[in-house]
């Protein structure tokens, strides 16, 4: 296996390359990363489209009772 990075001005971006020589099915995966405290997030609230306003606030103003939509930025 292979880990793959690109680093921008404003973020990095990650993946793995597999040498299989088939298809191969990835059921899960559990990577993880601590960003610092006081980093800054971009996200949507609820899921209904990528069109509405993002919000940002720090890590500790991400809402958990919410449902946010993907990126999370």
């Known amino acids: 296996m292979k880990l793959e990075t690109r680093t921008f001005k404003d973020g990095v971006a990650y993946r793995y390359v597999l040498n299989a020589s088939k298809?191969?099915?990835?059921?899960?995966?559990s990577s993880s990363w601590t960003l610092p405290e006081k980093a800054k997030?971009?996200?949507?609230?609820?899921?209904?489209?990528?069109?509405?306003?993002?919000?940002?606030s720090d890590a500790a103003g991400i809402?958990?009772?919410?449902?946010?939509?993907?990126p999370i930025t």
């Not at 298809?23 to 995966?29: A, L």
């Not at 809402?63 to 993907?70: D, E, G, M």
Request: charged share 25%.
């Open 63 to 70: 809402p958990t009772n919410k449902v946010l939509c993907l």
């Open 23 to 29: 298809p191969r099915k990835i059921e899960c995966e």
């Open 41 to 56: 997030f971009w996200y949507q609230v609820g899921i209904g489209s990528y069109e509405t306003v993002y919000k940002s």
